[in-house]
């Protein structure tokens, strides 16, 4: 199966709650992952609500965006699971 983020909310700060066409849902911290020139810009919590689903995952208007298995490894699982 392909994962598709189906839904996705923004929370505070660098933090968005995502579902995905697996049944995931929940919280996300993309603080950490803002390396590089092309997210550098998403640092600043204004534009990095600018976000919207395309192609099947989280982009910005500068052209950033993730790949939805990143995204997926980020959220957050409840303990002992």
Do not use: C, K, Y
């Amino acid at each position: 199966m392909f994962l598709h983020v189906t839904e996705a909310e923004h929370i505070a700060d660098h933090r968005i709650r995502v579902s995905f066409n697996d049944g995931t849902t929940g919280e996300i911290d993309l603080s950490g992952s803002l390396d590089g020139p092309v997210f550098e810009p998403l640092q600043n919590v204004d534009f990095f609500r600018s976000f919207s689903i395309i192609g099947h995952t989280l982009a910005w208007p500068n052209g950033a965006d993730f790949a939805p298995e990143h995204l997926h490894s980020l959220v957050a699982t409840p303990a002992g699971r």
